[in-house]
């Protein structure tokens, strides 16, 4: 069972920078692929980032440019680096990892961190 506890969220001014860390535990062999979502008062979950056990990334078209997602295979982590942050980034993420027999889907998820922006 794997776990994900992530952290570095808070408030920042409009402009500003976070970086969001996520450490992942347990059987992290089977993670094939880690991400970022995030949801906001009123919205559905939306996604953000993705990274593959590869390294392959995508993201959502509203953080491309600003947002850079990464891992460190070594410490079993993956990292949002979030620049030029807009009040509109408000909300809490929740880090997300897809082991190998859930292709599609990501089934295991932390218990999120308040990103606030304000303007």
């Known amino acids: 069972q794997e776990q994900l506890v992530e952290s570095g969220g808070g408030l920042v001014q409009a402009g500003g920078s976070l970086r969001l860390s996520c450490a992942a535990s347990?059987?992290?062999?089977?993670?094939?692929?880690m991400g970022w979502y995030r949801q906001a008062p009123g919205k559905q979950r939306e996604l953000v980032a993705t990274i593959t056990r590869r390294g392959s990334t995508n993201y959502a078209d509203s953080v491309k440019g600003r947002f850079t997602i990464s891992r460190d295979n070594g410490k079993n982590t993956v990292y949002l680096q979030m620049n030029s942050l807009k009040p509109d980034d408000t909300a809490v993420y929740y880090c997300?990892?897809?082991?190998?027999?859930?292709?599609?889907?990501?089934?295991?998820w932390g218990q999120g961190t308040q990103v606030t922006v304000s303007s």
């Open positions: 347990g059987n992290i062999f089977s993670i094939n692929a």
């Open positions: 997300a990892a897809r082991p190998d027999w859930s292709p599609n889907l990501y089934v295991y």
